[in-house]
C-alpha cells in the first residue's frame, strides 16, 4: 500500500463546492505540498497559482486543459499537468480520488 | 493551523457511501492510527472494531450512540466515544469534517 512517510498533514479539510470537492493537505521536509483529495461526481472549473501535477488514482473524468478543445478521458489511473496561473475544466462521472502535487 | 507531524499518510482514500463519506488514514510513530474525513449530508450507520474518538471539527450533525434513544446535536466543533465493536447512527445536516481516533 503506498504511503507517504515522514509528513505533516493539516488537520482541517480544504472544502470546495459545498464539499463535492474536498482535500487534506500534505507537507513534505524538503518544503513541497501535495493535497489528497476526492472529487464526486460533477462538472468543475479550477485555477492554479503553480504548475500542478494531477495524479489520478481511481475514478473517471474527462478534463479540458488550458488553450485545449479537447477533453481528455481518465477511467482508473491517469494523470496531467496544468501550468502555473492557468485555468482547467473537469467532468467527474465516478468519484475521483486524486493526488495533486504543487511543483 | 493545527496539524499532525513525523506522520505517514496512506495514498489512497477510503470511500464509503458512494462517496458521500471519504477519509484518508494518517499512522503515527507509536504505532496509532487516526483517519481524517469528511462526510457529506445524509444519513449513515458505522460499525466499529475498536473504541473511536470522533472529533467534528466543522459541520452540523445529530448522532446516536449504541444502546441510546437519544440524538445528540453537534454544530460546529464537537467529540463522542463511541465503544468497541458498536454501532452508532449519524444524520449529518451540513457537510462535517473529522478525525476519528482509534483506540
Same mark, same amino acid.
Given at each position: 500500500m503506498?504511503?507517504?512517510d515522514n509528513v505533516s498533514v493539516i488537520k482541517e479539510a480544504n472544502i470546495y463546492f459545498d464539499g463535492r470537492v474536498t482535500s487534506r493537505t500534505v507537507l513534505f521536509a524538503d518544503g513541497t505540498r501535495?493535497?489528497?483529495?476526492?472529487?464526486l461526481p460533477g462538472e468543475y472549473e479550477f485555477g492554479t497559482d503553480s504548475q500542478e501535477l494531477?495524479?489520478?488514482?481511481? &475514478? !473517471?473524468? *474527462? /478534463?479540458?486543459?488550458?488553450g485545449s478543445e479537447e477533453w481528455i478521458a481518465i477511467s482508473?489511473? &491517469? !494523470?496531467? *499537468? /496544468?501550468?502555473a496561473?492557468?485555468?482547467?475544466k473537469l467532468k467527474v462521472t465516478q468519484t475521483a480520488d486524486y493526488v495533486c502535487s504543487y511543483q
Amino acid at each position: 500500500m503506498s504511503q507517504f512517510d515522514n509528513v505533516s498533514v493539516i488537520k482541517e479539510a480544504n472544502i470546495y463546492f459545498d464539499g463535492r470537492v474536498t482535500s487534506r493537505t500534505v507537507l513534505f521536509a524538503d518544503g513541497t505540498r501535495k493535497t489528497l483529495g476526492i472529487m464526486l461526481p460533477g462538472e468543475y472549473e479550477f485555477g492554479t497559482d503553480s504548475q500542478e501535477l494531477m495524479e489520478i488514482l481511481a &475514478g !473517471e473524468l *474527462t /478534463v479540458q486543459l488550458p488553450g485545449s478543445e479537447e477533453w481528455i478521458a481518465i477511467s482508473g489511473k &491517469g !494523470e496531467f *499537468t /496544468v501550468p502555473a496561473n492557468a485555468k482547467f475544466k473537469l467532468k467527474v462521472t465516478q468519484t475521483a480520488d486524486y493526488v495533486c502535487s504543487y511543483q
